[in-house]
């Protein structure tokens, strides 16, 4: 069993910079684990943001340059750092562990535990 937190999001202006933290607690090792970051837009599905993995981060196309996911396994937590944000960025964002180990992957079904998701609403 493991529990995941989101903390950090928030109202910004267009442009600027937000970092979000995930912290883990359970029994699952959390080094051996890659670990997604998701965004919901209102009214859509769930949207592959980056993933960190034993070989490195994976970004999606849409924030690649100006996201940048990195990991504390001695804390147990990994952060999504947000520049240059836009308002197409706004939505409510959600950490994930993956459910086969330290492997990227950007499918929602790989990943089978979820933070409650924090909300990052950018202002044109």
């Known amino acids: 069993q493991v529990q995941l937190a989101e903390s950090g999001g928030g109202l910004v202006q267009f442009g600027g910079s937000l970092r979000l933290s995930c912290a883990a607690s359970?029994?699952?090792?959390?080094?051996?684990?890659?670990m997604g970051w998701f965004r919901r837009v209102q009214g859509k599905g769930r949207e592959f943001v980056g993933c960190?993995?034993?070989?490195?981060?994976y970004y999606a196309d849409s924030v690649k340059g100006r996201f940048t996911i990195s990991r504390d396994n001695a804390k147990k937590e990994v952060y999504l750092q947000m520049d240059s944000l836009k308002p197409e960025d706004t939505a409510v964002y959600y950490c994930?562990?993956?459910?086969?180990?330290?492997?990227?992957?950007?499918?929602?079904?790989?990943?089978?535990?979820w933070g409650q998701g924090t909300q990052v609403t950018v202002s044109s």
């Open positions: 359970g029994e699952r090792r959390f080094s051996s684990y890659a």
């Open positions: 994930a562990m993956s459910a086969a180990g330290n492997f990227y992957s950007n499918l929602v079904g790989d990943y089978d535990a």
């Open positions: 960190i993995s034993w070989d490195g981060s």
